[in-house]
């Protein structure tokens, strides 16, 4: 079992930045991806982007060159700096990690961003 714990959300003006942090506790393999992803009201989930235990990432397109993902392996920690944010990136952001095939979902922290 793994538990995620999010952290980091808020209240932005436009063209802010905010960091957003993901904390995992329980079993943890090194062949772990961690994942953020959102879901705006009304909207499906969609992906934000991935790391994989070693740092590779990805992003999705509209967030590339914004948001930046990284982790801290010793801590357990995955984090998101989020720059430049706009009113179009106000969602629930939650953390997911797929650990040796197991699916696993934080309770998402909430990113406002005003105009």
């Known amino acids: 079992q793994v538990q995620l714990v999010e952290s980091g959300g808020g209240l932005v003006q436009a063209g802010g930045s905010l960091r957003l942090s993901c904390v995992a506790s329980?079993?943890?393999?090194?062949?772990?991806?961690m994942y953020w992803y959102r879901q705006a009201p009304g909207k499906q989930r969609e992906f934000v982007a991935f790391i994989t235990f070693s740092g590779i990432t990805n992003y999705a397109t509209s967030v590339k060159g914004r948001f930046t993902i990284s982790r801290d392996n010793a801590k357990n920690t995955m984090y998101l700096q989020m720059n430049s944010l706009n009113p179009e990136d106000t969602a629930v952001y939650y953390c997911?990690?797929?650990?040796?095939?197991?699916?696993?979902w934080g309770q998402g922290t909430q990113v406002t961003v005003s105009s």
């Open positions: 329980g079993s943890i393999f090194s062949t772990n991806v």
């Open positions: 997911n990690i797929v650990n040796r095939g197991d699916d696993y």
